[in-house]
Antibody, heavy 120, light 107 residues
Framework: QVQLVQSGAEVKKPGASVKVSCQASGYTFTSYDINWVRQATGQGLEWMGWMNPNSGNTGYAQKFQGRITITRNTSINTAYMELSSLRSEDTAVYYC?????????????WGQGTLVTVSS | DIQMTQSPSTLSASVGDRVTITCRANQSISSWLAWYQQKPGKAPNLLIYKASTLESGVPSRFSGSGSGTEFTLTISSLQPDDFATYCCQQYNSYPWTFGQGTKVEIK
């Protein structure tokens, strides 16, 4: 079955960077885009960006341009999301997610979430 | 960016009630709309996509309708497991955007 397993919680200081991993199993990793979505406590979901694991092509929300980098290691079926210049407003749960199927479908498979806390 | 607006923000209902949640886009998204259910501490769970297609394994009491800019999620008979937060998402164009969520509470 499709599974996305994320790395554990992180505590970072303002100005630092964080790198969250998302290991996929149960399907061909290079066949489906990986998206990253975050959610601050008590707030709604916020889409951050996507990556095609086959080509490495990426797309980012304007809000995060210049601070976010999504990469992958196809040998271990893992995607990464790195966010730099962290501020307190970046404290949130970060999710990786995959479309239900190729093209024309939304996010049907989600990781368990990674809590990133930014605090001095 | 496409803005998604849900109403109401909170809804109080009883088991067995029919519940309707509305989601509006500030420009046409055709039928590229999804509905998710989320419970505290858990990742969102996809209920409906392409405005009205029920995701595999989702109970038939959930249904979706609409196209263009106005969409609805209906729960025909609310069950105890349905008390949760529901949000819509447009995937017509990047950046994908979500509604702010509707919390369905026990009356």
């Amino acid at each position: 079955q499709v599974q996305l397993v994320q790395s554990g919680a992180e505590v970072k200081k303002p100005g630092a960077s964080v790198k969250v991993s998302c290991q996929a199993s149960g399907y061909t990793f290079t066949s489906y885009d990986i998206n990253w979505v975050r959610q601050a406590t008590g707030q709604g979901l916020e889409w951050m960006g996507w990556m095609n694991p086959n080509s490495g092509n990426t797309g980012y929300a304007q809000k995060f341009q210049g601070r976010i980098t999504i990469t992958r290691n196809t040998s271990i079926n893992t995607a990464y999301m790195e966010l730099s210049s962290l501020r307190s407003e970046d404290t949130a749960v970060y999710y990786c997610a995959r479309r239900v199927a190729a093209g024309g479908t939304p996010l049907g498979y989600w990781g368990q979430g990674t809590l990133v806390t930014v605090s001095s | 960016d496409i803005q998604m607006t849900q109403s109401p923000s909170t809804l109080s209902a009883s088991v067995g009630d029919r519940v309707t949640i509305t989601c509006r886009a500030n420009q046409s998204i055709s039928s590229w709309l999804a509905w998710y259910q989320q419970k505290p501490g858990k990742a969102p769970n996809l209920l409906i996509y392409k405005a009205s297609t029920l995701e595999s394994g989702v109970p038939s009491r959930f249904s979706g309708s609409g196209s263009g800019t106005e969409f609805t999620l209906t729960i025909s008979s609310l069950q105890p497991d349905d008390f949760a937060t529901y949000c819509c998402q447009q995937y017509n164009s990047y950046p994908w955007t979500f509604g702010q969520g509707t919390k369905v509470e026990i009356k």
